[in-house]
């Protein structure tokens, strides 16, 4: 069983950045690759960001290419989101999200979830 919390959410200006956490907790978290999604009112969770277990490989929704970043220190079993260049249209909650295979983009591959931590993008 691996639990997920997220933090570092918050209210930014367009062009700001902010920078997500995801402790994990579990003997085996380390082994899992992670992703994260987000989901604005009204709209389907979506997508955002993946990274393997071991070697780092990563993948992005084109939307947040070139101005998100993922990573993870094992060491802390944490996982970040590095958000640059913030728009208000990355207003979203932003979910955390494990799966004990390799990276994936859609929501049902994976196994364990957090609660969420809400971004807000102001114009």
């Known amino acids: 069983q691996v639990q997920l919390v997220e933090s570092g959410g918050g209210l930014v200006q367009a062009g700001g950045s902010l920078r997500l956490s995801c402790a994990a907790s579990g003997r085996t978290a380390s082994s899992y690759a992670m992703g994260w999604f987000r989901q604005a009112p009204g709209k389907e969770r979506e997508f955002v960001a993946t990274?393997?277990?071991?070697?780092?490989?990563?993948y992005y929704a084109e939307s947040v290419k070139g101005r998100f970043t993922i990573s993870r220190d094992n060491a802390k079993n944490t996982v970040y989101l590095q958000m640059n260049s913030l728009k208000p249209e990355d207003t979203a909650v932003y979910y955390c999200?494990?799966?004990?295979?390799?990276?994936?983009?859609?929501?049902?591959?994976?196994?364990?979830w957090g609660q969420g931590t809400q971004v807000t993008v102001s114009s």
């Open positions: 999200a494990g799966r004990r295979a390799g990276i994936a983009t859609t929501f049902r591959a994976y196994d364990y």
């Open positions: 990274i393997s277990s071991n070697n780092g490989n990563t």
